[in-house]
């Protein structure tokens, strides 16, 4: 460590208090390997109760108020190109306030990409010191970071300089739909956010991200029989077909924009016109005023299509998480990162990526932030998921420094660099 520790009050204890965090690797390992086998799937409810359970009874000993939030329900479209509503498991705030001026809100999910039904249920060792399971990196083995890092911070002089709150969501992986509003309300009064997502396998950390959209378009026909009346039907599908080739047509009109027609279903028989049929796609886009761009280019297409006879057009969606271009702010929170790994000797790098997370919801609220704090790991939302098992101490390390750094004013010009954005 660096002379950057001997700028912390009391550099001896707060030395002491990150040592700590190599002696429980051990602990933190197994209990990765016990989170990984229970299957806590987006729409799993049962799975990420059980899985908030075992984040409560870890988060015990911090002497925090343990909180569940209760979230709206969504809506989707069905099978039947039908609008339904979706309830969702609370979210889990974590929170310990002393009065602090500095506040820090840290992030995260407890759902993953594996339905119950996935035959990817536990985890396992592949090769020395790397564990593949679902969630291992994606993300609670972020969570254990999250949480290892407030303990040791907790356990340090500088504890009671910092107001802190956890919100560990059930539906990030979906988009954060029902979550979304609640990272927004906590972002408006927190001064830095710190969200635990997977760093790339070498540490490399995300910087500016793109934004994200989910859609699906739903085109209802008449049915008739293929043969006695084929003319008297209105094919779905095939309207449909000429919809996705002018939605695919929109990749590259504006910088970075990107249009994915992913899901297609329509028809029942080969012998019947098909009277219905949809398609789920996203959209990837680099500029924050791309949005107002693509909703009225997608209205204007839903309209044009709209006015062929017999066809009635309906589109559903929006954008869920928007771009995260760098702030000054966020600029300079990334150099403060920096400095506490180099103070651990870690390098931490940055680079932009097209994927999305809570980390763009924070920074839409205007907070900055640092997203991929969690373990170093790779492959994720397949079952080659890997973490790095050395890097949860790592990574605790990392995140327990930051956090002292930030009570001890280390990060004070982000906090007036946000409080300044705030103000404007």
């Known amino acids: 460590m660096t002379d950057f520790m001997d700028t912390l009050p009391a550099p001896h204890q707060c030395r002491d208090a990150l040592a700590r965090i190599d002696g429980r690797e051990g602990e933190l390992i197994d209990t990765l390997i016990a989170w990984s086998a229970v299957n806590s799937g987006s729409r799993n409810s049962e799975g990420i109760a059980v899985m908030d359970g075992l984040v409560r009874t870890h988060a015990g000993d911090l002497g925090a108020e343990l909180t569940a939030v209760s979230l709206r329900d969504t809506e989707t479209v069905n099978a039947l190109g039908q609008v339904e509503r979706v309830p969702n498991a609370p979210a889990l705030s974590i929170a310990k306030r002393s009065g602090a001026n500095r506040r820090v809100l840290l992030t995260g999910h407890l759902d993953t990409v594996f339905p119950k039904e996935d035959s990817f249920q536990s985890a396992r060792w592949t090769g020395?010191?790397?564990?593949?399971?679902?969630?291992?990196?994606?993300?609670?083995?972020?969570?254990?970071?999250?949480?290892?890092?407030?303990?040791?911070?907790?356990?340090?002089?500088?504890?009671?300089?910092?107001?802190?709150?956890?919100?560990?969501?059930?539906?990030?992986?979906?988009?954060?739909?029902?979550?979304?509003?609640?990272?927004?309300?906590?972002?408006?009064?927190?001064?830095?956010?710190?969200?635990?997502?997977?760093?790339?396998?070498?540490?490399?950390?995300?910087?500016?991200?793109?934004?994200?959209?989910?859609?699906?378009?739903?085109?209802?026909?008449?049915?008739?029989?293929?043969?006695?009346?084929?003319?008297?039907?209105?094919?779905?599908?095939?309207?449909?077909?000429?919809?996705?080739?002018?939605?695919?047509?929109?990749?590259?009109?504006?910088?970075?924009?990107?249009?994915?027609?992913?899901?297609?279903?329509?028809?029942?028989?080969?012998?019947?016109?098909?009277?219905?049929?949809?398609?789920?796609?996203?959209?990837?886009?680099?500029?924050?005023?791309?949005?107002?761009?693509?909703?009225?280019?997608?209205?204007?297409?839903?309209?044009?299509?709209?006015?062929?006879?017999?066809?009635?057009?309906?589109?559903?969606?929006?954008?869920?998480?928007?771009?995260?271009?760098?702030?000054?702010?966020?600029?300079?929170?990334?150099?403060?990162?920096r400095d506490c790994g180099a103070a651990l000797g870690i390098g931490i790098d940055y680079k932009p990526t097209g994927g999305c997370c809570e980390g763009n919801n924070l920074a839409a609220a205007g907070l900055p932030n640092v997203d991929t704090l969690g373990v170093r790991g790779g492959k994720i939302h397949s079952h080659d998921e890997f973490m790095i098992a050395a890097s949860l101490t790592e990574r605790a390390r990392l995140s327990a420094l930051i956090l002292m750094a930030i009570a001890a004013g280390r990060f004070d010009d982000v906090l007036q660099e946000r409080r300044t954005d705030s103000a404007a």
């Open 128 to 337: 020395d010191g790397i564990l593949n399971g679902p969630g291992v990196a994606d993300m609670k083995g972020g969570i254990l970071v999250m949480l290892e890092a407030l303990r040791a911070f907790e356990e340090s002089p500088l504890a009671g300089r910092l107001d802190w709150e956890v919100i560990l969501s059930p539906d990030e992986e979906t988009g954060s739909l029902a979550s979304a509003p609640l990272l927004a309300d906590r972002a408006k009064t927190a001064d830095i956010g710190l969200t635990y997502e997977p760093a790339l396998a070498d540490g490399t950390l995300a910087g500016a991200r793109k934004g994200s959209g989910n859609y699906t378009l739903v085109v209802e026909g008449r049915s008739a029989h293929a043969g006695r009346e084929f003319h008297s039907g209105r094919n779905a599908v095939v309207h449909l077909s000429r919809i996705v080739a002018d939605l695919a047509a929109l990749t590259g009109a504006r910088d970075g924009l990107t249009v994915n027609p992913a899901v297609i279903h329509g028809g029942s028989a080969p012998n019947v016109v098909p009277d219905l049929a949809w398609c789920r796609f996203n959209v990837r886009l680099e500029q924050s005023d791309d949005a107002g761009w693509l909703a009225a280019t997608l209205s204007d297409l839903v309209r044009r299509h709209e006015q062929e006879d017999g066809f009635h057009v309906r589109l559903h969606g929006g954008v869920n998480r928007p771009p995260k271009p760098l702030s000054q702010a966020n600029r300079l929170l990334m150099d403060r990162v």
